[in-house]
């Protein structure tokens, strides 16, 4: 079996863990694949054989890769997908960061995960994705989303105004500094930290969250991922900026940008023991009495 591995820094705490990996897959007769610039730095301070096989594209993923493993935080699991894409291929994130609403294998079950994964004591939950078509076509062929689609003013400190339809149907026009349009998987980002609701995965929805918005009687609002979102911006300056997942790019005022869902999904592996519900409860400290 092939295992495609990425990960984005290679330290003398990382490399403890990305040896042990390797020696996991040994043991198991599975074959490392590594992405390029990983496979340099720990050729660099690793050590490790210059003739393990590497991957440098989405493209590489359309056949001979059985299994990806990101190892580091959430920013990792979704560089991770941008790999992935549309091939099927499935993924275990392996946490060294902090959070890890995405990455949420501990480091120290490295051994256990990838046991339990070769006996197939695991199910795919289907993680869905956005689409983004602008007049610019400013993204290419990168131009979706696991976490969300970000409109926001640039560097004024002026309101903008984000007008918003939903299937065609005026819906708003956000006085803010900005709009996230989340998937259920990012409803724990920045949808989180601007107030928006946590929606586990597997729901077919979409959130609308303003950034700041004037009119504190405007909410986050939560569609169906089968209606198409437009949107288009209004200010005083030019430009503005339009994120996926943190890949920004400079948008124009008046510029249309259409949100949909994606037409694929990604198979990230779950464990019976690591459950999204008991992911949330300890990463938040839900239950958990402070007050003595």
Not at 2 to 16: D, E, H, L
Not at 175 to 189: E, F, M, Q, R
Not at 255 to 267: D, G, P, R, S, Y
């Amino acid at each position: 079996m092939n295992v495609a591995i990425y990960g984005r820094k290679v330290n003398k705490q990382s490399i403890v863990y990305f040896n042990e990996l390797f020696e996991v897959l040994k043991a198991f007769g599975w074959t490392p694949v590594l992405e390029k610039e990983l496979k340099e730095q720990l050729v660099a301070k690793g050590g490790i054989s210059e003739k393990i096989d590497e991957f440098t594209s989405h493209a590489d993923f359309k056949s001979g890769i059985d299994l990806t493993i990101s190892l580091g935080g959430d920013g990792t699991f979704i560089k991770t997908v941008g790999f992935i894409r549309d091939s099927g291929v499935p993924i275990i994130g392996i946490n060294t960061g902090r959070l890890g609403f995405l990455a949420n294998i501990s480091k120290e079950q490295i051994k256990v995960a990838l046991n339990q994964f070769r006996e197939k004591k695991f199910e795919f939950q289907k993680r869905s994705l956005l689409r983004v078509q602008t007049e610019e076509d400013l993204f290419g062929e990168d131009n979706f989303a696991l976490n969300e689609v970000t409109i926001q003013k640039r560097d004024t400190a002026s309101m903008i105004t984000v007008h918003a339809s939903l299937d065609n149907k005026y819906l708003n026009s956000y006085w803010a500094d900005g709009l996230i349009v989340s998937t259920p998987t990012g409803s724990t980002a920045y949808n989180l930290s601007c107030g928006g609701p946590i929606i586990t995965p597997g729901c077919q929805v979409h959130i609308l969250t303003p950034i700041a918005p004037h009119n504190l009687n405007v909410r986050p609002v939560v569609v169906p991922d089968h209606m198409p979102i437009k949107l288009s911006i209004e200010g005083r300056e030019r430009r503005y900026l339009i994120s996926l997942d943190g890949n920004s790019k400079n948008i124009r005022q008046g510029e249309e940008v259409l949100i949909t869902k994606a037409e694929f999904m990604i198979n990230v592996v779950k464990f019976e023991d690591n459950n999204f519900l008991d992911t949330i409860r300890n990463k938040m400290l839900w239950g958990i009495d402070k007050r003595n």
